[in-house]
């Protein structure tokens, strides 16, 4: 079976001197739903363009199902599903009047009544798009990306914006989509997003893939399952004091990051008694200390030094 989704050595420079992406490797497997992280300028939404047929490559190679964009392209659109992150349907049409005008651009879409039925908007069908609120508005655009009845669907941050209830209700209805044998390609600013949906992610940056695997996979080359995360009076954070962290036993990785020291270790039942000690023979104070488990935020700043919202 062909890969959904693959790319090899995939290149975009723009000018002849700006490197967006730089040699990017990618397989996603059919049935997967893979996420896409990266900071901004990262070259995720060059990448992202590239493989929806959006944007020409500089040079590398892209099939979707085993086909090409050059050789395929009618098709490959029909087996494409799209949601950006922020779509714009016209106020004046009804949500039905939407559905049935994306519904016209497929082959074979799916039916209307069932598409809103799946995303709660059966009661809606007759409401104008204008008098939706933020969530049933976020779940019309993924109908339209549904309707066609895509293999691939392709969600550009999805719940931006969105209450809690909105976001669950549309974690829901991918899992629906790849239960019933699609593929899921994600972008998403939440990393508890991409923790719960995300079989697989990538990690970009500087255009290129820097760590790739299952959400566990990447905790587990942090170095440790859990975050001691704490503030001390006087220079917990300068060089000579994040040593002195790092000696600490345990401790896999250290980081200063908005006042508070980070450290990464395996047991912190073995590292917070010398830590308290440390502190106090500094002559400092210790003014707040949380322990947790590790997380995808955690991996993430660590490869990149940023944060995943950081604009």
Not at 41 to 63: F, H, M, N, R, Y
Not at 223 to 230: I, L, N, R, S
Request: glycine residues 10%; contains cysteine; charged residues 25%.
């Amino acid at each position: 079976m062909p890969a959904a989704i693959e790319c090899l050595d995939l290149r975009k420079t723009y000018d002849g001197k700006v490197e967006a992406v730089r040699g990017l490797n990618l397989r996603i497997e059919g049935g997967e739903c893979f996420g896409l992280l990266g900071p901004n300028g990262a070259g995720k939404t060059t990448t992202i363009e590239i493989l929806e047929g959006l944007l020409d490559p500089t040079s590398g190679e892209v099939t979707i199902l085993g086909h090409t964009w050059r050789k395929n392209q009618r098709e490959v659109r029909e087996w494409l599903g799209v949601s950006l992150q922020e779509t714009r349907l016209s106020e004046k049409l009804t949500v039905r009047e939407t559905i049935d005008l994306f519904a016209s651009f497929y082959r074979e879409p799916r039916s209307a009544d069932h598409v809103l039925d799946d995303l709660q908007l059966g009661e809606k069908a007759d409401a104008f798009v204008g008098k939706l609120s933020g969530g049933q508005r976020q779940r019309l655009a993924v109908a339209t990306a549904l309707v066609g009845n895509p293999r691939i669907l392709f969600l550009d941050e999805p719940t931006t914006g969105l209450d809690p209830q909105s976001r669950r209700q549309l974690w829901d209805i991918i899992r629906s989509f790849q239960r019933n044998g699609g593929t899921v390609l994600l972008t998403t600013h939440y990393m508890d997003e991409a923790e719960r949906l995300c079989d697989r992610l990538a990690i970009v940056d500087h255009g290129e893939i820097i760590a790739e695997g299952t959400p566990s996979e990447l905790i587990e080359r942090l170095g440790g399952h859990h975050v001691v995360e704490f503030e001390a009076s006087g220079n917990s954070g300068d060089g000579s004091a994040l040593n002195a962290w790092r000696a600490l036993p345990g401790v896999e990785s250290v980081r200063h990051d908005n006042g508070l020291v980070s450290l990464t270790v395996r047991e912190p039942h073995l590292t917070i008694p010398p830590l308290l000690d440390a502190v106090a023979k500094h002559g400092s104070q210790l003014l707040h200390l949380t322990t947790r488990q590790a997380s995808l935020e955690d991996v993430f700043v660590n490869l990149t030094g940023r944060h995943l919202r950081e604009q």
